[in-house]
């Protein structure tokens, strides 16, 4: 049992760092976050990822070219096919 508590504060700390990622255009994009290693995800037009933008992780839209470092848990914005924070 005290092992459970354990991973589940472990992982509940890992969250708090997370930012959202909110893209406010209305077009889709695919996306890749790299982290511990590349993940390629999309996100649909005016549309929020919840944790989607890992504090450290390095976030690039495939279609535009646009990539940021993430730093902290601000949310990151998608808006003109450009990343900010």
Request: proline share 1%; no cysteine.
């Amino acid at each position: 049992m005290k092992k459970i508590f354990t991973i589940l504060f472990i992982l509940s700390v890992l969250n708090l760092y997370s930012a959202d990622l909110v893209n406010k255009d209305s077009a889709s994009y695919d996306i890749s976050v790299e982290e511990y290693g590349t993940t390629h995800t999309s996100i649909g037009s005016s549309t929020t990822i919840s944790g989607g933008a890992p504090d450290g992780s390095t976030i690039t839209i495939k279609n535009t070219g646009s990539k940021i470092k993430v730093s902290g848990g601000a949310d990151v914005i998608i808006q003109n096919g450009a990343l900010s924070q």
